[in-house]
């Protein structure tokens, strides 16, 4: 259990990754079924499927409540990133239950397993700054990019892995639109400013995992792949 509840208005950071490290997306399929889960479980009131919550989203619209902000998010072969907050009491708590027991349900019913795909509860880290909010947004947006130039000597087929993250919502070169970006891009004149410091972070992380060998901690950077 949480010591600390999740405050509406504030921003956390939340993680995990697959049980034992696994795959969690094995194809494209099962990644698009992620992205479409965090759209259609982003509701306040309970639903009976993916396509149930489709058809009451038809009739009502905008007037759906929603539990959660997504500002930024990552996701990855074996793990996943959202900076989020709360827009109602236990907003986070409902959206991650939703999206962790619907994306389960799919995934070992697709692969005839059974059991849990995720390593235990999500993590949480609260961030309490506007610096720490601007480095969490581009350590996100870049993380497919940071795992994999820090480990240049991997013989991981990257053309075989299946991943995406906010950061071409955030340069307005898709048109999705999960994200409120203005929490982060009110903060740069221009979108091209926002691009330079991001690249910077991330170009800054790449370069000390390697001068290093090591990982640049847990709370923020999960195991590489």
Not at 72 to 97: D, T
Not at 183 to 189: E, F, H, N, S, T
Request: hydrophobic fraction near 35%.
């Amino acid at each position: 259990m949480r010591k600390a509840p999740f405050i509406i208005g504030e921003y956390y950071h939340i993680y995990n990754r697959g049980t034992d490290k696994r795959l969690v997306f094995m194809d494209i399929s099962d990644l698009m079924r992620f992205i479409q889960s965090m759209d259609e479980f982003n509701v306040l009131d309970p639903i009976g499927s993916i396509l149930e919550n489709k058809n009451k989203e038809k009739e009502f619209g905008n007037r759906i409540t929603k539990l959660v902000e997504i500002v930024s998010y990552s996701l990855n072969p074996n793990h996943y990133h959202f900076i989020l907050s709360p827009l109602v009491e236990n907003g986070i708590e409902k959206f991650m239950q939703k999206l962790g027991i619907g994306f389960t349900r799919y995934f070992n019913e697709k692969y005839k397993r059974s059991g849990v795909l995720f390593q235990g509860k999500y993590k949480s880290i609260h961030i309490n700054t506007d610096k720490y909010l601007m480095y969490l947004s581009a350590y996100i947006n870049l993380n497919n990019k940071i795992h994999f130039l820090s480990h240049p000597e991997s013989k991981v087929d990257k053309e075989k892995l299946f991943y995406k993250s906010s950061w071409k919502e955030y340069l307005g070169e898709n048109k999705e639109n999960f994200c409120n970006k203005s929490i982060v891009l009110g903060r740069y004149k221009t979108i091209d400013d926002y691009r330079e410091f991001a690249e910077s972070v991330a170009e800054g992380i790449i370069g000390r995992r390697i001068d290093e060998g090591i990982q640049l901690g847990e709370d923020l950077l999960m195991e590489k792949f």
